[in-house]
């Protein structure tokens, strides 16, 4: 049986606090109340923790009686990564549209609705937004996440964002710095890594990132990539010159450092939590975020210890912990007093926001829909962040618009004579998601154009290749709200 220190002391509850797990459930366990009320200081919570506004509402009541001061965060950055609405697809339309618009306005108002839909559930910071310029188009973990490929316009975007997100007194936190977008690895896979010399990352991955800064970001998020240019030895995470030296010294940011989930494999797989955690914190992280996969208190107790005992041993400086502690109770202290700015903005922004996103383009032979279609969901294998429980596409709005629409499911090494067949004579609707990432996917698409050219192809990822397609609709996400955008404009017309 393994037995563990009694947070009774200063050192114990530094630990605790610089903590940021997860748990199991829809409401609060024991285990969690009673370290909450020795020291721990945040929670975070997933798509499990959450069935309804209401019950949420009820769990953050929980922690919230424990310490009024507790953060509550939540990687909800709209789009394709939902935990509010992680059952039913998102009511805002995600980075990638928004910057497809290319209206900061819309932007910051787009992320003050959600943030006050968070606000009033009790969460009080927001693991977003992505701040990576999605420069590799083969990326397979951002994509859609990003504003964009160009840094000018992910850096005013993501200050538009940062300033709507705080305005509800929701702490936003920056993320995945110093820059996700180049890589081609999915660090919840392995580690990525990024070759671009020093002045390109100064030029086109921290531009944002300087951007969020300047607008006064509570928060920055780490990334489990190696940058050699940055650090030939240890992940951005890991990293005191990226930590400490580049993102506080350089760029002169004195909020809060959050990781990335340190169970993920980039981490977990290389160093383990425990040592990971240490050397996270050593370099300079405020805040341990780890729950997405671990979600027990044995893994809270792990962690706790492992820093209690590097400080005991001399591997971690005791200031070093006492100030990542503390910088945590001074962004809960922030949030327990923060304002929050009425905006008047329309509950209906996200629909707004993804109507305009919205590029159509039309062969002028095929009229819209106007009978029940077949619709053939092509479906890539979902990413970590992104989820497989999360509903998408144009189905189910198709299907209220046109009584008698269908539809069915197809991945790597569906037949297109699957989809012919069962289409009938109805007319197909093809949906995508990154079909340029998918080989099958674009050659199960040229197969459908050419049997039937009336065809449409809905791309609800990153496009890329030239409109295809009897109607083409790119909706720069796949949020439901993008769904539903891309339904109506089928049907009614744009």
Known sequence: MTT????????????????????????????LLRRIGEGLHSVGLF?????????????????RAERDDVLVAIDEEGGDVTRLEVRTGSSFPGNHALGAVDDPRLTRDVAAEL??????????????????????????????????????????????YVEGVQSAAVAACTKHFPGHGDTAVDSHHSMPR????????????????????????????????????????????????????????ELDFDG?????????????????????????????ADAICVGGGLADEETVLRLRDALVTAVRDGELPEDRLADAAARVR????????????????????????????????????????????????LTPMANIAVGDETPWGVAAELARLLPGTE???????????????????????????????????????DALLTARP?????????????PRGSIHIATYGAARVCGVAAAEALVNGI
């Open 330 to 377: 001074a962004l809960g202290e922030w949030s327990a007093s923060a304002v929050r700015v009425e905006s008047g903005v329309g509950r209906d922004i996200g629909r707004t926001a993804a109507r305009r996103a919205l590029t159509v383009t039309v062969d002028g032979e095929h009229p819209r829909l106007t009978s029940p279609a077949y619709v053939a969901a």
């Open 256 to 284: 809060l450092i959050v990781t990335d989930g340190m169970e993920m494999q980039a981490i977990s797989a290389t160093y383990g939590i425990e040592r990971g955690s240490v050397l996270a914190v050593a370099a300079g």
């Open 47 to 63: 798509g499990r923790n959450i069935a309804s506004p209401e019950q949420l509402a009820a769990l953050t009541a929980q922690l």
């Open 115 to 160: 943030a006050r839909r968070l606000a009033a559930c009790g969460v009080n910071l927001n693991w977003a937004p992505s701040a990576d310029v999605n420069s590799n188009p083969d990326n397979p973990v951002i994509g859609v996440r990003s504003f964009g490929a160009d840094p000018a316009l992910v850096a005013r975007h993501t200050a538009a």
């Open 4 to 31: 563990y220190a009694r947070p009774a002391d200063t050192l114990t509850r530094d630990a605790l606090a610089v903590l940021q797990p997860g748990f199991a459930g829809t409401s609060a366990p024991d285990w």
């Open 454 to 466: 009336d065809t449409v192809v809905v791309e609800m990822g990153v496009p890329q290749s030239p």
């Open 407 to 445: 539809t069915g499911s197809f991945t790597a090494g569906s037949d297109p004579a699957e989809i012919l067949a069962a289409s009938g004579d109805r007319r197909i609707v093809a949906v995508v998601r990154d079909a340029h990432r998918h080989a099958w996917m674009s050659d199960t698409v």
């Open 194 to 249: 990024i070759d671009a010399s020093l002045e390109m990352l100064r030029a086109r991955e921290l531009v944002p990132f300087r951007a969020a800064i300047a607008a006064g970001t509570k928060a920055v998020m780490s990334a489990h990539i190696l940058l050699p240019a940055l650090d030939p030895d240890r992940p951005a995470t890991l990293s005191r010159r990226i930590l400490t030296g580049l993102l506080r010294e």
